[in-house]
């Protein structure tokens, strides 16, 4: 058995926002292969505002390069139509680089300002407050989704663009919407990855983490309430690798295979299924939006 | 009141080329510039040495890597599918290749052993991208998804073997196989990283490809694929079938690239992460460079394969991967805004 506060620990609420916030963006059809390069650069952006100013102001520059981030995305793939997948590559690259720029920053003023260079987390939450807080966005992101008039059009533009617009949805608007919100969730995560996890910085840390994320969002099919259950599994394993290693011999690398494999079986096996013509997936996943010859 | 329209539209070709030739020049600007600035380095030194890396014959050596994976992403890419896992068939080319090259008798052999890698390697790459592609066309799973996903479990797959059955006697513990055998390795070009069997090879697959996707008839449903899948079904040839040959046709190539790594280049098995390296990825942006026509993808291919190595050239502090990595970003959004004045007319109205 494992211990509770071990699973619930400052990497699961990281993951979990990180999810979160990816079917927001998602749902509403962008296909976020750029969310990777802004994780990567979100923490490393934490880290070096919390060295210079203090937890807060590092908040509200970390929340504010989401929107930027954003706008960027959006101009790529609203405005100037470009494939999603090209966009979200490029843009990971640069921020992949931008991030070792500003975290070297971090480094090397941490001495100025008479810091050491390890961080001393504001808080410390235990297991039930950050099992509590998942839960509480995740419920609160279905109720935006789920129940508010924006977060219908978003999972619209999701489905069937075209129809949408039909129906009065502005394309650019919603997505964009959707795009600020869940990158502010996002670039939250990153935050709670820095001051609560990792209190450090060492180049392109949390590299990868972004498209671990997709995989887990794809394995709950993009839907907020049960992204909690495979980011719990994720979790979980990711904890007890050792554990396997030593006990039963399973090797680490086998383990770290299993939160893919399990994503692309289970997104597999629920499309064999019936129901999944019912099933109010984003289909549209990646689809370019042209408006012919209509005025923006 | 003023209204902004996007209007789609068709660039002439010798405009089109122009914009290409320009971004290509603007982005060795770029180049320039950003290290000059971010890192320090005066000016003239940098352009001497960016000159330098162009002229220089080493950067061949990545062109072996992103020519034909480039070019089977190409055939990927003329049908719509987004095969992001090029980087994981490479892998995959690479554990293939080191098997026969070195748990089978075939290995000793000299010319056999190299060719019978090659062709496992290819074989294995594209056993990759089928399942992503069986995916796809039978029950409608997001390839761009499952490609993304399936580099991650190569990565994992190589360092297991690397780590565990497979791990060399004679490595002092690293975790690498053993070197494979002399007979199977591709000489070097003396004094350069690169071998010139490959080269060949990589340069006899622009034609081929360029044929197949133009003048076969399975090639033209390829790109008809693209634009139409009904107009493919209804000149009798099943779109599930093309969809297929074009995935696994790319994860080949990419397959033959990880297998050249390790005959060429590595020379044994080592950890996932150092045999794709992201060249995978930027051999997406290669293509895109060319406008996904085979005959232009060597020209694209050289160029990013000369930025690749200013990466190498060019050392100053821990700065400067990330600064490399900036500015090839940064031109690979030229190549993007490129493709959107390709495409589109912004038309303002009164």
């Not at chain 1, 650069?41 to 060295?51: D, E, G, W």
């Not at chain 1, 983490?209 to 887990?216: N, S, V």
């Not at chain 2, 399936?150 to 060399?168: D, E, F, K, Q, S």
């Not at chain 2, 026509?293 to 991967?321: C, D, F, K, W």
């Amino acid at each position: 058995m494992i211990d509770l506060g071990i699973l619930f620990e400052e990497f699961y609420l990281f993951i979990a926002l990180a999810v979160l916030g990816d079917i927001v963006v998602e749902r509403s059809g962008v296909l976020n292969l750029g969310i990777d390069g802004f994780i990567v650069f979100a923490i490393a952006l934490t880290y070096t505002c919390t060295v210079v100013f203090n937890p807060i102001v590092a908040l509200a520059i970390t929340l504010a390069s989401a929107i930027v981030y954003a706008i960027l995305i959006s101009l790529l793939i609203n405005v100037m139509h470009l494939s999603h997948i090209l966009s979200g590559l490029v843009l990971n690259m640069i921020f992949y680089g931008l991030s070792v720029v500003v975290g070297n920053i971090g480094l090397s003023l941490a001495p100025i300002y008479l810091r050491r260079r390890t961080l001393v987390a504001p808080i410390t939450l235990n297991w039930g407050v950050i099992l509590l807080i998942s839960i509480a966005v995740s419920i609160a992101i279905w109720l935006f989704l789920y129940r508010s008039r924006i977060g219908v059009a978003i999972r619209a533009c999701g489905f069937n663009p075209k129809a949408a617009d039909h129906l009065g949805v502005k394309m650019w608007r919603t997505r964009f919407i959707a795009l600020a919100l869940g990158y502010i969730v996002i670039a939250f995560s990153g935050y709670v990855y820095t001051l609560l996890y990792k209190k450090s910085w060492s180049s392109y840390i949390g590299m990868g983490y972004g498209f671990l994320t997709l995989a887990l969002a794809m394995a709950s099919l993009w839907h907020p309430l049960i992204a909690l259950i495979p980011v719990t599994i994720f979790s979980y394993l990711e904890r007890s690798l050792y554990i396997y290693q030593l006990e039963y011999g399973i090797p680490q690398q086998i383990l770290s295979m299993i939160p893919y494999i399990a994503s692309i079986a289970f997104v597999t096996f629920v499309s064999a299924l019936p129901i999944s013509k019912r099933l109010a997936i984003p289909r549209a996943l990646g689809e370019i939006y042209f408006k012919e010859e209509r005025a923006a | 009141m003023v209204k902004v329209a996007i209007v789609r539209r068709e660039l002439p070709i010798w405009s089109n080329i122009l914009l290409r030739i320009s971004v290509a020049i603007g982005g060795i600007a770029l180049a320039v510039s950003s290290l000059a600035f971010l890192l320090g380095i005066p000016v003239d030194l940098v352009a001497s040495r960016v000159i330098d890396v162009f002229i220089r014959l080493d950067a061949l050596r990545y062109m072996t890597v992103f020519l034909p994976t480039a070019l089977g992403l190409a055939i990927a890419f003329h049908a719509k599918l987004w095969n992001l896992g090029a980087e994981g068939q490479i892998v995959l080319g690479a554990i293939g290749a080191t098997y026969i090259a070195l748990f089978t008798p075939v290995g000793e052999v000299p010319f056999l052993g190299a060719t019978v890698s090659l062709v496992f390697a290819s074989i294995a790459g594209a056993l990759w991208a089928l399942v992503p592609a069986l995916l796809r066309t039978f029950l409608g799973v997001n390839e761009a998804l499952t490609t993304l996903m399936m580099n991650y479990i190569a990565y994992y797959l190589a360092n297991y073997l690397v780590y565990g059955p497979w791990r060399g006697r004679t490595v002092y513990g690293y975790p690498e196989t053993d070197p494979i055998p002399t007979q199977c390795r591709f000489p070097w070009f003396p004094g350069y990283s690169f071998s010139i069997y490959p080269l060949i090879i990589s340069f006899a697959l622009v034609p081929l490809v360029y044929m197949f996707l133009y003048k076969t008839r399975i090639g033209i449903a390829i790109r008809a694929l693209g634009s139409s899948g009904t107009a493919v079904e209804l000149s009798g040839i099943s779109r599930r079938k093309v969809a297929i040959i074009a995935f696994v046709l790319s994860g080949a190539l990419a397959g033959f690239v990880g297998g050249n790594e390790v005959l060429m280049y590595h020379r044994k098995l080592v950890p996932g992460e150092k045999i794709g390296a992201g060249m995978g990825f930027i051999s997406i942006l290669v293509v895109w460079f060319a406008d996904l026509n085979p005959l232009v993808v060597p020209l694209a291919s050289y160029y990013v394969s000369s930025l690749h190595y200013l990466r190498m050239v060019i050392q100053v502090g821990e700065l400067t991967e990330a600064v490399a990595r900036f500015f090839v970003g940064l031109i690979f959004v030229l190549m993007l805004l490129s493709i959107f004045v390709a495409r589109y007319r912004v038309v303002v109205k009164r």
